[in-house]
């Protein structure tokens, strides 16, 4: 087989049978793609999954093309209903494939269970006991889950804060667990779990919550990408940096700036069968834990001009267990992104969520947001006003070519067919 490839030329252009073709050549799995494509989830898999299942519920499954990461090809899965975001990650990524793709990396998977313990009148005094026996708790943390362990994660640190509430001082143990490829919520939620009785002996006090934190600041993506003023325009860039600066000094820009990066990044977290309400969160939060809330990418311009986009997400996803394991769509998306880690996927995904974001930069600072997306947009209101499959390409087409993409234009050009 030719050198695998996420360059598709014209990729958008071709039929879904000609897009699968394609898929399969410059990919090696042919199972997998017929599994996504034939099988997807039964009722019979669904109803193991979750509980009082009564059916299942789809979603497009579309394919980011152009994705150069660390000087890897990748093809991007995602899933997603919304218009444009396929092809507008596709679109950014082949203009930053110009200056050798994205750079990422990621710290060490490690996420972060809390146990917190009340009625405490020293509860400084009941840190530094904690501390003492740091090491005995870590072990007896680690004696959880020794496949974990057996696989080189674990235990990596106890840390303390104490907290002031309205019902006095909190001790919240921070219990840092090197998950491995595993998201990691059932490891680290046992272990807290096993802890809580021998710290309560340690401190005199009483434990109640004893859970993960979704703020993942410790399992941290990050990544980087120079798009050249040459490709896209030194208005381009000017406007892209003046976005940015908006979304840093107004909340209200900022969480539409932050969700155009998550359109990206929740996608890719979906495909593959990871928890997108935990990544969310966990986002939503880094982005205000510095006091305020402020944007998740950072734009600046070069020396010579050009833009230059950086990310910093936290990413806790796994490639192993949960629905990651179970979800057989899952893993075929899996499969065709071709990740051999977690961590792999994380700098997929904040090199997904950078490019994201600058495709809604760019088209904000040029023609607007509306233009490519409407475009994309015709045919799904086409179907809502009512088109027969034969007739709903006319239906988006004359919609386009008047520049009204509404309804009630829709069911008029309808009658008209």
């Known amino acids: 087989m030719d050198e695998k490839t996420s360059r598709l030329e014209g ?3 071709k039929s879904l049978d000609e897009r699968l073709e394609l898929l399969k050549k410059n990919s090696e799995i042919d199972e997998a793609v017929d599994h996504l494509v034939e099988r997807g989830l039964s009722n019979e898999k669904a109803d193991q999954m979750i509980e009082n299942v009564i059916g299942t519920y789809e979603l497009p499954v579309g394919l980011a093309t152009n994705f150069l990461i660390n000087d890897e090809d ?6 997603i209903e919304e218009s444009s975001v396929v092809a507008a990650a596709s679109y950014g990524a082949k203009l930053a494939r110009e200056s050798g793709g994205f750079k990422a990396t ?10 917190q313990v009340t009625g405490l009148s020293d509860a400084h005094a009941a840190k530094m006991k904690v501390m003492e026996n740091k090491q005995e708790l870590m072990d007896y943390a680690d004696e959880q889950d020794p496949v974990l362990v057996e696989h080189g994660g674990g235990v ?8 002031n509430s309205e019902f006095g001082k909190y001790l919240i143990v ?6 491995r490829d595993a998201m990691g919520a059932n490891a680290v939620n046992t272990m807290a779990e096993a802890l809580a009785p021998r710290i309560e002996r340690l401190t005199g006090g009483n434990v109640y919550l004893r859970i993960l934190s979704n703020l993942a600041d410790h399992r941290l993506a990050r990544a980087r990408a120079v798009w050249h003023k040459e490709e896209i325009g030194k208005d381009t860039v000017e406007g892209v940096v003046q976005a940015y600066e908006f979304a840093r000094v107004d909340p209200y820009r900022c969480a539409t700036h932050n969700k155009g990066i998550m359109n990206g990044v929740t996608a890719v977290v979906s495909a593959t069968g990871n928890d997108t309400r935990a990544v969310e969160a966990g986002a939503h939060s880094y982005a205000a834990s510095g006091g305020g809330y402020s944007p998740l990418t950072t734009w600046e311009k070069t020396a010579e001009g050009h833009l230059v986009g950086s990310i910093e997400i936290p990413v806790p996803v796994g490639i192993i267990g ?10 075929a998306n899996l499969e065709i992104l071709g990740v051999d880690s977690a961590s792999e996927l994380g700098e997929v995904l904040a090199s997904v969520g950078l490019c994201q974001n600058f495709a809604a930069l760019r088209a904000l600072a040029s023609e607007g947001i509306q233009k490519g997306h409407m475009k994309l947009h015709a045919k799904n209101v086409a179907i809502q ?13 004359r919609m386009i070519d008047e520049g009204k993409v509404r309804v009630d234009k829709a069911e008029e050009i309808i009658k008209e067919l």
């Open 74 to 79: 990748y093809l991007i899965p995602m899933v």
């Open 11 to 13: 990729f958008h252009k």
């Open 106 to 115: 990621t710290t060490e998977p490690v996420m972060i269970s809390q146990i």
């Open 174 to 179: 921070h219990l840092l667990v090197d998950c």
């Open 322 to 331: 949960g629905a990651t394991s179970s979800h057989p769509g899952a893993q």
């Open 385 to 397: 006003a009512g088109a027969e499959e034969e007739i709903v390409d006319e239906v988006a087409k």
């Open 156 to 163: 990596r640190d106890i840390r303390c804060r104490v907290l």
